[in-house]
């Protein structure tokens, strides 16, 4: 019902800026949240940052202080602003849509995006 597509991953040198970006679209009629997980090799997968539809954000603290989730309501799109990337940030980016219907409460996930940080 809900369908994502991420972009904006890609390789960039310690220190250095990158924009993710997930459109959602399909039934995209009482989102609750949005928000970005990532998954290094040989690691489980992790919460980066959340937003929901009232605002409120929340972030790892592994993260904080660098990186910043927006959303934009009118294109139904997710953004994540990564600052001063580190090379334990390499992983792949996963966008989070959870929508809440009928009483009941749905996850979607986008395919997800590399981001590699080289030194």
């Known amino acids: 019902q809900v369908q994502l597509v991420e972009s904006g991953g890609g390789l960039v040198q310690a220190g250095g800026s990158l924009r993710l970006s997930c459109a959602a679209s399909?039934?995209?009629?009482?989102?609750?949240?949005m928000g970005w997980y990532r998954q290094a090799p040989g690691k489980q997968r992790e919460l980066v940052a959340h937003v929901t539809s009232g605002g409120s954000t929340n972030y790892a603290d592994s993260v904080k202080g660098r990186f910043t989730i927006s959303k934009d309501n009118a294109k139904n799109t997710v953004y994540l602003q990564m600052n001063s990337l580190k090379l334990e940030d390499t992983a792949v980016y996963y966008c989070?849509?959870?929508?809440?219907?009928?009483?009941?409460?749905?996850?979607?996930w986008g395919q997800g995006t590399q981001v590699t940080v080289s030194s």
């Open positions: 989070l849509v959870q929508r809440q219907v009928f009483s009941k409460r749905f996850d979607y």
């Open positions: 399909g039934s995209t009629v009482s989102i609750t949240l």
